[in-house]
């Protein structure tokens, strides 16, 4: 359970500066309660005085913030089905150091090339400042055991979080990259202010994490949110989970792969032949490029995912009636190509009643998962330590 400090803490992390009136009745504490731990977390040199807040006709109260400066960072370790980003955040979400783009492959090396290229990146760096590790990943994720279980006890991504962990001798948490991202756009991005929004985690496969009535919703096993494997699909493509007829396989950037695969395959002039020629592939970064230049192969590409998603929004509006539909992850990029064509297949298959009030709207958010991921880490930390290191310190 946190103590009122680290509530403080963390309420500073997500929502700065904020007053005292604010912070209580953020972490729903008294007014004088708030006034004791602000004066200790001052006396630590954990927290600033910003002056006054602007009037507002009363007496102008005093506005805190993390003192950045002083206070540690936070190691940011993405991982989607095939790639890596790591990156040191500090208090504010800046980026002191990210190192993206680290090929991996699901076999049995993968672990310790993790391992070996977080050891690379921390090389010149003093760990002791180092506050906590975030771990975000694709899978049915339990952030509580801190175990991933889509992955078979023997294998050692099960158990990633202990591994590095272990390996670091710094506090870890691991949380699944949908929900991260449902944070990050809550706390931080377009979701910011929504009690009732649907974060589309658009990458390899379709995410979903889910903002409801204020609060992050899980379901009972933490599990909610595999919005992929909605039986949607008319195609009889085997998905990833092993079942047919998932929204995956005509909804997701490999799916979008695939088709301007098929379309250069077949002879259709296209910018990306050349690419596909020399190396027999196109990248998603290739083929998001592609469309943004004008192709007409990856246009369709995209477009093509983009009707089937707005057909699965529909079915989640049906049920869920959120306020917003935020798209987020790596397709956001190309938000201007899908928005389109999921609001002409919202409106082929949704009730106008029920949709009518619910707003489609592309993340501007820049390394959601990143943000997202160093969030859990920050939210979960024990706060407390840092006052013992400064009352040591004075």
């Known amino acids: 359970m946190k103590t009122l400090n680290q509530a403080i803490l963390s309420a500073l992390y997500y929502q700065t500066p904020q007053s005292i009136a604010e912070l209580s009745n953020a972490i729903g504490k008294s007014v004088p309660n708030v006034t004791r731990s ?3 977390l001052l006396k630590d040199n ?3 005085s910003e002056g006054l807040a602007p009037s507002t006709g009363g007496r102008r109260a005093i506005h805190y913030s993390l003192n950045i400066e002083i206070l540690p960072i936070v190691l940011a370790i993405a991982i989607d089905q095939y790639n890596m980003s790591i990156s040191l955040i500090d208090l504010s979400n800046r980026t002191i150091k990210e190192q993206k783009h680290i090929n991996l492959h699901q076999n049995e090396g993968s672990l310790q090339r993790i391992i070996a290229s977080i050891d690379s990146f921390l090389e010149n760096e003093n760990k002791s400042n180092i506050l906590a590790i975030g771990i975000s990943m694709p899978g049915f994720v339990d952030s509580e055991k801190g175990i991933n279980f889509s992955y078979a006890v023997t294998d050692p991504l099960y158990n990633i979080k202990d591994a590095i962990e272990r390996h670091l001798h710094i506090p870890t948490y691991i949380e699944n990259d949908s929900t991260v991202i449902a944070i990050a756009e809550h706390q931080f991005g377009k979701a910011k202010g929504s009690n009732n929004a649907l974060v589309i985690n658009l990458n390899w496969g379709v995410g979903l994490g889910m903002i409801l009535e204020g609060s992050l919703f899980k379901g009972h096993s933490g599990y909610a949110g595999e ?3 909605i039986p949607l699909s008319n195609q009889n493509k085997l998905c990833s989970c092993g079942k047919r007829g998932c929204l995956e396989v005509e909804a997701s950037l490999i799916a979008a792969l695939g ?4 379309q250069i395959e077949n002879g259709q002039i296209s910018q990306l032949t050349a690419n596909y020629g020399q190396e027999g592939r196109i990248s998603v970064d290739q083929l998001i490029a592609a469309a943004l230049n004008g192709d007409q192969v990856a246009i369709e590409s995209f477009a093509k995912i983009g009707y089937m998603l707005g057909k699965g929004i529909a079915t989640l509006i049906h049920i869920i009636n959120p306020e917003k539909v935020i798209i987020s992850g790596k397709g956001s990029e190309i938000g201007q190509i899908l928005l389109p064509q999921i609001q002409a297949s919202m409106l082929e298959f949704s009730i106008q009643r029920l949709s009518k009030d619910t707003s ?5 958010l820049h390394n959601a998962q990143i943000i997202g991921t160093a969030s859990i880490a920050v939210s979960s930390s024990n ?3 840092l006052h013992k ?3 040591e310190t004075n």
Do not use: C, N
Not at 360 to 364: A, F, G, L, N, R
């Open 227 to 229: 919005f992929s494997h």
């Open 38 to 40: 602000i004066q200790e």
């Open 360 to 364: 489609i709207e592309i993340s501007t």
């Open 389 to 391: 290191k400064q009352t």
């Open 259 to 262: 088709y301007a695969s098929e």
């Open 383 to 385: 706060w407390e330590i």
């Open 46 to 48: 954990l927290i600033s």
